[in-house]
DNA sequence: TCTTGTGAATAGATTCACAGCT
DNA sequence: AGCTGTGAATCTATTCACAAGA
């Protein structure tokens, strides 16, 4: 060991460890003890030479010559990310996508935990969802508070989405994860994660507008913008 | 103008684009004709720098001392994204996420279309959602060739995830939204992008012990891990 | 005077390649 | 003999800071 752990694991190596640990997860399951930094960069798709240098920054956990063990690694990484603790996480807006949220089977992998639901609507509060029942909005501030959310998610339409980041973070949560297509605003301190069908489909659609130019040899002209866009 | 568009935009610029579209798309509502780099970095939460020279490898397409032209830089860039074409896309998997996928408003922004929806429950088959009827599985490459699909969403369960992919890059598809936890093996040529539930939260749940370890100025001991995993 | 577009400087991430340990 | 851990090299991205254009 030298320089591990000291300050600061880099933001690129934190976004994979959850990727490395499904992956060695999957290995336990098949009973696998001990995997190579080769072996298991493949199960994860990325480079073995990133994925040593990303566990070198946890601290040194292999043995040389023979590799890492299995169960130690995934409750080194899970100890890392925070998992050995149990968080409660609020879903806001129990629209289609709150419900599939609440109902997703990985949600709840290890580590996370519903605690609460929240809609404006009446005629969805009270109903019960994953064993739990939704709260009015109204409530917002005092569930938080009395059940120790710690994690919000986003699920509610883009409108509602900044005045929801506002009451949470008032209510002094400071971990947003953003479902709904807007940009919010937050003060310093808080972390906010956004997931984002539309970005996520405007990216592919880029590399798929490039494969087809490719093909065709036609990297398409700029043609006329203001008939093209009815202005 | 000078080195713009000769070849390849930054992925890390790409990644953005989208944001910009909607920041844009916002400013558009309100009826803004012009904006500065400053603003619109603002709106787009990023640093106008960076702004600049992202859009810089679009083209030359601000004014200096005015700003950019709203309309004609939402056209630009919905031109660079492919956006200004339709994409065919299919939803594999109709159950809680896929039917919030296909009813997200979001979804269908300009340039995409719901052109599909499969599943293996032929209790779900035949339904109809978004003014489409959900298909058999079984239909899955006849359906994709017929209709013109060239994007898909996967919102199966993660064991179902690889063959689902697998089948459809066989049918000639070769961008890919997987949306089911597991990590996909593919062709070298097929573009994957990944959304997970359970990775974001882990990542919160990373920062969110960093305040707290910070906060109390406990460093957390490493502890007896094989009595912590039950091993 | 204001704001873009961009070289130059800095910071960060990835990959190479091998010394060092088992 | 095999595999980790890591300096050094490379590549990519961000930020600074200002010349040039409207």
């Known amino acids: 060991m030298s320089q591990a752990r000291e300050r600061g694991i880099p933001d690129a190596?934190?976004?994979?460890?959850?990727?490395?640990?499904?992956?060695?997860?999957?290995?336990?399951?098949?009973?696998t003890a001990t995997v190579s930094s080769e072996d298991l960069a493949v199960a994860a798709g990325v480079n073995s030479a990133k994925l040593r240098k990303d566990l070198s920054h946890l601290g040194s956990y292999g043995t040389r010559g023979v590799g890492y063990d299995?169960?130690?690694?995934?409750?080194?990484?899970?100890?890392?990310?925070?998992?050995?603790?149990?968080?409660?996480?609020?879903i806001v807006g129990v629209g289609n996508l709150?419900?599939?949220?609440?109902?997703?089977?990985?949600?709840?992998?290890?580590?996370?935990?519903?605690a609460a639901l929240f809609d404006a609507d009446t005629a969805v509060v009270g109903e019960r969802l994953v064993g739990m029942a939704v709260d009015h909005i109204d409530q917002l501030e005092s569930v938080i508070d009395k059940r120790g959310v710690s994690i919000v998610v986003i699920a509610t339409p883009a409108a509602a989405a900044q005045q929801v980041a506002d009451r949470v973070?008032?209510?002094?949560?400071?971990?947003?994860?953003?479902?709904?297509?807007?940009?919010?605003?937050?003060?310093?301190?808080?972390?906010?994660?956004?997931v984002d069908l539309s970005t996520e489909l405007q990216i592919l659609a880029f590399h798929e507008q490039r494969k087809a130019d490719r093909e065709t040899g036609s990297p398409m002209m700029a043609g006329d913008w203001a008939e093209a866009m009815d202005v």
């Open 13 to 31: 190596t934190v976004a994979r460890l959850p990727l490395y640990l499904r992956a060695l997860n999957g290995l336990a399951e098949r009973g």
């Open 70 to 90: 299995v169960q130690y690694l995934i409750y080194q990484i899970s100890r890392e990310l925070g998992l050995t603790q149990d968080w409660a996480v609020a």
């Open 98 to 114: 709150g419900r599939a949220l609440a109902n997703y089977g990985g949600f709840v992998s290890r580590g996370f935990r519903v």
């Open 169 to 194: 973070i008032a209510a002094g949560v400071t971990s947003i994860l953003n479902f709904a297509p807007a940009v919010l605003t937050v003060p310093g301190g808080v972390d906010v994660r956004k």
